[in-house]
């Protein structure tokens, strides 16, 4: 017997039932969690990738702890303060630069991981000299940074007035108790004669006297004013005369300081923590040092 329109009708529709009710154990019995399951796993995927990550970054981090250790002033306040102002100071002694002062403020904490010590450094003197320092500074393994650096061109005379803002850092466990003597390879050339055409260019574009300062201010002459002993500093360059007397403080073009002593045909002056001798017709450059009393 044929089957009449109205059965065919009906088992269409069953088939059509038991297809959406297939589609929909398999998406809702099977599919779906596999999908789950593939999400889940991607997720996991991801999660340890990033923890992988971050190990290796701690790897790394701690590694570079153990350098900037090498590198860091010591953990003590005091004696990284110390230690480090007298090397700056030496540095600034071997470039030659005068008048120096070195001045440090209170270190800053910065994100619970070190302190930054601020040293405020001001000289005066020459590109030429200058660049020597920053050579010296540059080689130097310290982990320090130069934060700023302004130059003052003093007239015509090739001297500029020097101030530097220099950062140097401290590291948690850090066990030394000196300057690290390691040394930095950042320069471009280990050989100080490849920057002296920074010098040598006139980078400021002013006309500049090559005469030494130093060379050219002389003690010309011990007087008496009113039984006070005074002693005149003459720059040969310019001509003008300084008259200073006992304990009073002068300023010339070659450096500054304070005149500690005057006889009768020398004097001593205190400048940049250090005490020179002059008598008359010397120049600061032929000054000799002497020890404090």
């Known amino acids: 017997m044929k089957p009449n329109r109205q059965q065919i009708l009906l088992g269409f529709l069953a088939l059509m039932g038991i297809l959406r009710g297939g589609d ?38 701690g590694k570079r702890i153990e350098i900037w250790q090498k590198q860091s002033l010591p953990a003590d306040l005091e004696t990284a303060r110390s230690l480090y102002r007298n090397w700056l100071l030496k540095v600034i002694r071997e470039a030659k630069l005068q008048n120096a ?20 450094v001001k000289a005066r003197g020459t590109l030429t ?9 540059g ?7 130069i934060k700023s650096l302004r130059l003052t061109p003093i007239g015509e005379t090739g001297q500029f007035d020097i101030s530097l803002g220099i ?34 260019d006139n980078i400021f574009g002013i006309g500049v006297n090559h005469q030494d300062p130093m ?3 002389i003690l010309s002459a011990v007087t008496v004013r009113n039984d006070i002993p005074v002693a005149w500093f003459t720059e040969l360059i310019s001509g003008k005369v300084t008259k200073v007397g006992s304990d009073e403080s002068f ?35 032929e000054g000799r040092g002497v020890q404090k009393p």
Request: charged content about 25%.
């Open 167 to 200: 950062e140097a850092l401290i590291i948690p466990g850090t066990k030394r108790k000196t300057l690290s003597a390691e040394k930095a390879n950042l320069l471009a050339s280990s050989t100080i004669r490849d920057y002296s055409v920074i010098a040598r």
């Open 215 to 217: 060379k050219m201010t």
């Open 129 to 137: 000299q200058l660049t020597a320092a920053l050579f010296r500074f």
């Open 101 to 120: 002062n070195v001045d440090s403020g209170s270190p800053a904490n910065r994100y619970g991981l070190y302190r930054a010590m601020p040293f405020d």
């Open 139 to 145: 080689n130097s393994g310290q982990l320090h940074e």
């Open 24 to 61: 929909y154990v398999l998406n809702t019995l099977i599919q779906g969690p596999l999908d789950k399951l593939r999400n889940e796993q991607e997720s996991l995927k991801v999660d340890i990738e990033k923890r992988e990550k971050l190990l290796s970054d701690a790897r790394k981090a």
């Open 251 to 285: 300023e010339t073009i070659a450096l500054s300081g304070r005149i500690v002593q005057i006889d009768d045909s020398s004097v001593s002056i205190e400048t940049g923590g250090q005490l020179l001798r002059l008598s008359i017709g010397q120049s600061f450059a």
